[in-house]
């Protein structure tokens, strides 16, 4: 039997970039992701970068799935328009037996966004008396939830949200954002993302928090928003350029009065999308920028 039954898939990414860079390795085998180097042993990282790494195994590391990875991290530099994205190149290495398909267990730590305390299954936690908990397992095919503008929408979220409304996620991937609405709540969260592994997830994730009653996931495109109705509040925690493209939909499905949460901005999207916000007849009432990526929050 080989000493070898992983593979591992390492990309250097620009700091900021890592969530994006995950989601973009989740193919087909590759479903755990890990950050950072792989022990305290390894080299340091040049400045400014940061380490995402995924598994396959070797049976199914294949000339193909190789060449799907490298052009998935082209397309990311094309979809978000950030020259810092441009030439990542997967490195591929051969582990040791051992489950390093779920070695991101290891490294992966609570954490808190006001009053939501995001903890995993395996690590003990010791969340405050007024805490609401939301326990997610990380690494798969949507990431840690840590991302800057994930944590920016559940802040944001505890501040807008009012016991009853109806919530839309927009591009709901993982669904921590519906969910975190739920268990805040709201008496009906919705999510949509064309992504077909994430609705499994995100329904799991709701079944974990005890809100499956209350949060529903459909995979689909911006066409079915119209049949839904109108909404309380809106996430759209996605490309800024979807948010320009699809802002008359955005606006439509929104209540008079309702408020909306726009992430995902890269700061030289950043112009472009505000003005897109403003033309559309939203009101737009705060920018919240948190390193490169900026959130616009408002109401119609």
Known sequence: MSDHEWVEVRVLVPEGWQELVAESLALGPCTSVAFGRSSLASDPLPEGLECVRTFVHVREDTPQLRNEIAAALRQLAQNTGAEELLGLAPEFKELPREDYARSWMK????????RLAVVSPWKESHPRVDDVRLEIEPGAAFGSGRHATTRTCLR??????????RILDAGSGSGILAVAAAL?????????DIDPNAEPYA???AAVNGVSARARFLTAGFECVPPLGQFDGLF??????????EIGTLRDVLLPGGWFIFSGCPAHHAEATMQVIRGSGLKLEEQRPRGRWHTFVGSR
């Open 107 to 114: 490294v992966w730590k609570p954490f808190r966004a006001g």
């Open 156 to 165: 944001v979220l505890q501040e807008r949200i009012r016991p009853g409304q």
């Open 184 to 192: 805040f709540g709201a008496r009906e969260a919705i999510g949509f």
């Open 203 to 205: 329904t799991k994730l």
């Open 236 to 245: 759209a925690n996605i490309y800024s350029d979807v948010v320009q493209e």
